[in-house]
């Protein structure tokens, strides 16, 4: 198995910079570091790059003192330390509730939901969007772009519009029309492009070498742009009370917010903010793009593209830039990565809806399906306190739960007459 490279958090006293108290990039291959700049690949060996910090001593007091979103961990990330006051979307601090209905009905002691639903466009991506784009204008990129599998596209055209640059998005034709709908809202230059993600995701390669003051979020400004998810492992264990949980199950497409939810506990552990407890990170995927849980699977270190088929078109990622990196993170912790099928993804979507008030989407389902496919399965401990990530909203992905016309519980299709005569027929030919 290849061996994970041990990451370092140290503190002093440093005077933050521009990108905050981050004083370099690394590879997480072979370790090489380069400047703070834009570049995102290792000129050694093409690996990836990743920020390194020296960390001022922040407390949980200084924290809890700052804004109620992701910037109360400013010190923390790759930002200037007055990016509060810049004009950007204020995503995170959402909540995180205790859903008890859906513990008993799955047998679970105790469970948590993160609901990145409560992010300016609804999904956790506003947090990877706030950071990179912060970190574009300190190196003067000029417009904020991406290739999208839909959410990210929405908050960076969100974010564009609120800066008040201009944003690009590269998406995939056959989107769910709710995402595209959200994303040409705000103004920006769209572009449906005629294949998939994966072939977006190449286009945007092309274009990032091509067009020099583009910032494409998650290709040229990736490193910065990853650690935005850091701030949901930060909250987490901050609404928890300053404590980790012991078992979280995460959605993979490119598997960065999995592998940076680990960092954010790795660091408050080696910050002192919270105790050094043991926790165990799931993958989740859905059976038609499953390349991590394929490899998880088969023992694996290197992840085998997929050509992806499923309605969680949010996570259909066949080439996972983060795959390894999972995978690393999944066997130190002793969790695992699996998947379901599109059936069980629109039955978790029911079931959460159902049992806690909450529409979640594709992604939610997929999430949700796999923490129950994994407590059957016994790879889950009932016992344990579980927390499980909301990352997107169902009102985005509604054909995933819409009937068909002429269904009685699709909305709109067989209207009674307004009286009380046909309302009692109705209920008499609904009644169970
Ligand atoms: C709703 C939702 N959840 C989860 C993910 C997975 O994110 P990552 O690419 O960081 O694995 C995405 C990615 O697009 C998403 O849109
Ligand atoms: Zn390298």
Redo the contacts with the bound molecule.
């Keep these: 198995m290849r061996e994970e490279r041990p990451r370092t958090v140290t503190t002093s006293a440093s005077t933050p910079s521009r990108f905050g108290f981050a004083t370099h990039l690394f590879c997480r291959e072979c370790g090489a570091t380069a400047a703070l700049g834009a570049s995102h690949a290792c000129v050694e060996c093409f690996g990836p790059l990743e920020v390194g910090y020296e960390l001022p001593q922040v407390t949980r007091a200084s924290i809890e003192a700052g804004p109620a979103n992701i910037w109360r961990y400013a010190s923390l990330l790759p930002v200037p330390q007055g990016i509060a006051a810049t004009p950007n979307t204020e995503p995170g601090w959402t909540r995180l509730a205790r859903t008890d209905q859906l513990a008993r009905e799955l047998g679970l002691r105790a469970l948590w939901l993160k609901d990145?639903r409560g992010n300016p466009t609804h999904?956790?991506?506003d947090r990877v969007v706030a950071v990179a784009l912060a970190a574009a204008v300190e190196m003067g990129y000029k417009v904020l772009a991406c290739p999208?599998?839909?959410?990210?596209a929405n908050a960076v055209a969100a974010a564009a519009a609120r800066a008040q640059i201009r944003s690009v998005v590269l998406i995939p034709a056959d989107l769910e029309p709710q995402k595209i709908a959200a994303t040409a809202v705000y103004g920006g230059t769209l572009v449906p492009v005629d294949g998939t993600y994966d072939d977006v995701n190449r286009l945007a390669s092309e274009l990032a070498d091509d067009r020099e003051d583009w910032a494409f979020v998650n290709v040229n400004v990736r490193p910065y742009y990853a650690e935005g998810?850091k701030t949901i492992g930060y909250e987490i264990a901050e609404q928890l009370g300053w404590r980790l949980p012991e078992q979280i199950v995460v959605?993979?497409?490119?598997?960065?917010?999995?592998v940076k939810i680990d960092k954010a506990f790795r660091e408050l552990i080696e910050l002192g903010l919270v105790a050094d407890t043991k926790y165990r990170v799931f993958g989740a995927q859905a059976a038609g793009c499953a390349p991590v849980a394929a490899a998880f699977r088969a023992g694996h270190d290197v992840v085998q593209p997929v050509k992806p088929d499923t309605i969680a078109k949010?996570?259909a990622?066949g080439n996972?830039a983060?795959g390894p990196y999972v995978l690393d993170v999944v066997r130190r912790t002793g969790g695992a990565v699996a998947d379901v099928s599109d059936d069980d993804v629109v039955h978790a979507i029911r079931l959460l809806a159902a049992t806690e008030g909450v529409f979640g989407?594709t992604?939610?389902g997929v999430t949700l399906g796999v923490l129950r496919r994994l407590l059957d399965d016994g790879v889950l401990d009932p016992a344990a306190e579980t927390v499980f990530?909301n990352?997107?909203d169902g009102l985005k992905t509604l054909d995933a739960v819409g009937a068909p016309a002429g269904d009685r519980g699709w909305p709109g299709a067989g209207a009674i007459r307004p009286t009380l005569e046909a309302f009692e027929a109705w209920e008499s030919s609904h009644a169970a």
Aim: aromatic share 4%; hydrophobic share 35%; proline share 7%.
């Design positions: 990145e999904s956790f991506k999208s599998t839909g959410n990210l998810s959605p993979v497409a490119s598997g960065a917010q999995l949010s996570l990622i996972p983060d989407e992604a939610s990530i990352s997107g």
